[in-house]
T-cell receptor
Framework: DGGITQSPKYLFRKEGQNVTLSCEQN?????MYWYRQDPGQGLRLIYY???????QKGDIAEGYSVSREKKESFPLTVTSAQKNPTAFYLC???????????FGQGTRLTVV | GIQVEQSPPDLILQEGANSTLRCNFS?????LQWFHQNPWGQLINLFY???GTKQNGRLSATTVATERYSLLYISSSQTTDSGVYFC???????????FGTGTRLKVLA
């Protein structure tokens, strides 16, 4: 089946540890996105990528890093520099700049 | 960058009532999308509507790009319509896709 797969669904980490969230798509989409959602809040853009080997910071990129070495993969690393990493993280992809976006199921990260 | 605002922030309806949700954006858009987030956090695509009007069952949407707003209409609401409704938009020349603050809808039986 075509779609966007985020893994794991739930992730627990100790404070001070880096953690990488996976996002894979088999839709052959060029653009991919990472968003953060805090309880009762909207989605805020962390990073986005229009094409392989290229990505741009969103509105809240501090404490996060990404890579786009393959078209189908856009992993997000939450570093120890991110002060409040506990949140729901959503990955999305779009074929290009003029079509609808599709979302994965999300990863709930809890840092203790 | 583009600003996206939604109203009302919260809405409580009796089952069977109709409602209108609004999305205002600060710049011309080339992408405009409506989503429904269910209680498990999943974002469900409702409409891709940078301009014009679309309908899908009890839901319809209209975007008036020249006046920088979009409306989502829900008719004969059901309890399963409960959740948060988001709009998202981007402007020409950028892939940056920004979400509004959302409307939290609760439909009572």
């Amino acid at each position: 089946d075509g779609g966007i797969t985020q893994s794991p669904k739930y992730l627990f980490r100790k404070e001070g540890q880096n953690v990488t969230l996976s996002c894979e798509q088999n839709l052959n989409h060029d653009a991919m996105y990472w968003y953060r959602q805090d309880p009762g809040q909207g989605l805020r853009l962390i990073y986005y990528s229009q094409i392989v080997n290229d990505f741009q910071k969103g509105d809240i990129a501090e404490g996060y890093s990404v890579s786009r070495e393959k078209k189908e993969s856009f992993p997000l690393t939450v570093t120890s520099a991110q002060k409040n990493p506990t949140a729901f993280y959503l990955c999305a992809s779009k074929p290009d700049g003029y079509t609808e976006a599709f979302f994965g199921q999300g990863t709930r990260l809890t840092v203790v | 960058g583009i600003q996206v605002e939604q109203s009302p922030p919260d809405l409580i309806l009796q089952e069977g009532a109709n409602s209108t949700l609004r999305c205002n954006f600060s710049d011309s858009v080339n992408n405009l999308q409506w989503f429904h987030q269910n209680p498990w956090g999943q974002l469900i695509n409702l409409f891709y509507i940078p301009s014009g009007t679309k309908q899908n069952g009890r839901l319809s949407a209209t975007t008036v790009a020249t006046e920088r707003y979009s409306l989502l209409y829900i008719s004969s609401s059901q309890t399963t319509d409960s959740g948060v409704y988001f709009c998202a938009a981007s402007t020409s020349g950028t892939y940056k896709y920004i979400f509004g603050t959302g409307t939290r809808l609760k439909v009572l039986a």
